[in-house]
């Protein structure tokens, strides 16, 4: 995040604000899901496991979506 120059501010916004715009339910350890949100002008992916059992989310990855292989409303992949 620190490289990418996202705060972790941003991600639990997200995280608490966002949509989620892909699911991934036979993920391993936990289901995960991908969720979009903004901070300002700026478009925000965060990909995080719930661990519902012991209410934890552990968040994987956070990133600005290219619009190489997002679609401008940046919820809908690019067929490449």
Known sequence: MMER????SDAL???LSGEPIEDYPDDQSFPSA???GWTQTRP???VAALDAAK???????VYEPDPEHFEPDF?????L
């Open 34 to 36: 991908l969720f979009l």
């Open 44 to 46: 925000i992916h965060v």
């Open 75 to 79: 919820r809908t992949r690019r067929r």
């Open 5 to 8: 120059d996202i705060r972790r």
């Open 55 to 61: 209410e934890r989310a552990f968040v994987i990855t």
């Open 13 to 15: 916004d997200v995280l």
